[in-house]
């Protein structure tokens, strides 16, 4: 088999929007300028952002950053955060900016959708990771993180609504 690398390889456009995003908010503000966590997974690209003076901020969990930003302006990463992550910012007195990927965004409607409408919402993805951080956060106690088989078997669902999605 012979393989071929496509180049150049790119990066999503939520990527790039987060990116433009971070950049801008740089350029336009002044004071302290935090991302809260990774922007991307990509620790090259960390690393360019926190030479151009944003501070990179990387907590177990969203909520727990937060905690460590003392001022300024927080740059919410691509992988979207939860609406409590957004409430506590205000309420920390900080200036959020939301570089969250709009496919991010639009999972995080449909989820809220769907547990508004009485659906329990299995959302298949990986623990630990921040994207579903924030999307079961959406509807806590109506989301569920589902990452292996194992997890499927110990939910324990109660009604006939319901959707899964990932």
Not at 46 to 59: A, F, H, P, S, Y
Not at 125 to 151: C, I, N, T
């Amino acid at each position: 088999m012979q393989v071929l690398k496509i180049t150049p390889r790119g990066y999503c456009h939520g990527v790039v929007d987060a990116f433009r995003i971070a950049k801008r908010v740089r350029e336009e503000t002044h004071g302290p300028v935090h991302m809260l966590g990774m922007l991307v997974h990509n620790t090259h690209a960390t690393d360019d952002l926190q030479r151009q003076g944003i501070e990179l901020v990387d907590q177990p969990n969203r909520l727990a950053g937060l905690e460590h930003i003392k001022e300024g302006t927080v740059i919410f990463t691509a992988h979207g955060v939860s609406p409590q992550v957004k409430q506590r910012a205000v309420e920390l007195g900080l200036t959020p900016v939301d570089a969250t990927c709009s496919d991010v965004v639009r999972t995080h409607e449909l989820v809220a959708d769907l547990a508004r409408k009485g659906y329990e919402v299995v959302y298949i993805g990986r623990k630990g990771h921040p994207e579903p951080e924030g999307v079961v956060g959406e509807a806590p106690g109506r989301v569920y993180l589902v990452q292996d088989p194992e997890d499927i078997d110990a939910l324990e669902l109660e009604g006939d609504r319901i959707a899964v999605t990932c």
